[in-house]
């Protein structure tokens, strides 16, 4: 039977010599117990987090504000047309397309709605169709891609976003949908979801149980020109707790087919749809899984990742079985491995990316994504990369990030374009 600490301490100072040295080390040794209610208390660690975070945003941002993209250089613009800065020039030169915002100096700077008039107008001249307006043409299923792994860290929210801004930057309607409770990729967008979608406003709304709402109600316009949002957030937990009993009850569509079930009223209004899925193998990740065509497994490369990586694909492998026996859709135009948070002078890594290659082959993407104090730092104001300007940054480690995501990003266009049959 194990004593009670006031025992422990009387049996060790009868048994210990009396002086006072011996008894001030006793209780130093065994000091009192204080005990605490740990809901409270994470509730307390809760508020506390919640009240400095909201006192760090009023300091990147003013109280009121909402977030803007900032402008582009000719340069950049040039990039993301395809076009070259002197061919920019000449089209200004001639008044085919609307003069810009410009400094002093001459130099002119593209808004995001900028950049989609241009290269509308540009279309509009294109010896070949799509050349300017890359997305959907006549035939062309919406591509639906999911970004998961079921363990945290992994770099899923980094890479969806940057994915979806790519993109939208290179002319394609994106709705970034987030399937997370932690909805860190609506936190990316701009939005406090614990405060902006308490009651209602996620995704949630749409594939719930009871009285579903519209899919088209629940999603918002994003600062981001090209780009609509899912909201995630907490609610989205209620779908897990709801499902077993829904399962229980026979209620249709299940839960494998009500993402794709909603998504269906919107997906003639964009090109491509962008799953961030929870770090978890759940109801939402299945449901999202379900309504893709296209699938980015994000690891780390090491070892630890890789093992739980295994397990992570057996599960995945079991669960889509059941669901493909029970009438599941399980067609899908790719599957690849993307490399995260690669740091190329690390050898261990390099054995580890040699290994995925090895042994999974051309489903291992090409161009890594790699680790980046410019990716890091940016995120300390919930910004990207394509958000944050170049100056604020040592110019190496910014472009050196930014052509890491283009490689990356741009694999992934050619993925969807091959899915079209270009």
Known sequence: MHESQSQVKETINKTLPKNSVTKKAVNLMVPEQETFHINK?????????????????LKVFAPDARKELRQFSAGETAELLGISTSFLRKLHFDEKIPDVESTAGGRRHYSGE??????????????????????RQAGDKVQVLSFLNFKGGSGKTTSSVHTAQRL?????????VDIDPQASMTTL????????????????????YEDPLPFSQ??????????????????LQEFEHETP????????????????????????????????????????????????????????PNMLDVASMSQFLQMSADLLD??????????????????????????????????????????????PMLKSTAISDAGLTQQTIFEVERAQFHRNTYDRALDSLNLVNDEIELLLHKAWGR
């Open 114 to 135: 900028n950049i989609l008039e241009i290269r509308k107008i540009l279309e509009t001249t294109a010896k070949n169709k799509g050349t300017y307006m890359r997305g």
């Open 41 to 57: 208390r994470i509730r307390e660690n809760a508020e506390d987090l919640s009240a400095a975070l909201q006192s760090h945003m």
């Open 322 to 367: 059941v669901v493909s026996n029970a009438g599941a859709n399980m067609e899908f135009d790719f599957l690849r491995f993307l490399i995260n948070r690669y740091e190329p002078n690390d050898g261990p890594q390099q054995q580890v990316v040699a290994f995925l290659r090895q042994l999974f082959g051309d489903e291992v993407m090409i161009a």
């Open 245 to 300: 009993q829904a399962l229980r009850k026979n209620i249709q569509p299940a839960f494998y087919a009500r993402m794709a079930a909603a998504l269906q009223e919107v997906e003639a209004n964009y090109d491509v749809i962008i799953f961030d899925c929870p770090p978890q193998l759940g109801y939402l990740t299945m449901s999202a899984l379900c309504a893709s065509t296209g699938v980015l497994i994000t690891i780390v």
């Open 189 to 208: 967008f701009g939005y406090t979801p614990e405060l902006d979608f308490i009651d209602s406003g996620t995704i949630y709304d749409a594939i719930r």
């Open 218 to 235: 629940i999603i918002q316009k994003t600062y981001f020109t090209g780009i609509d949002l899912a909201p995630g957030g907490l609610l």
């Open 168 to 176: 939208a930057l290179r002319g394609y309607r994106v709705l970034a």
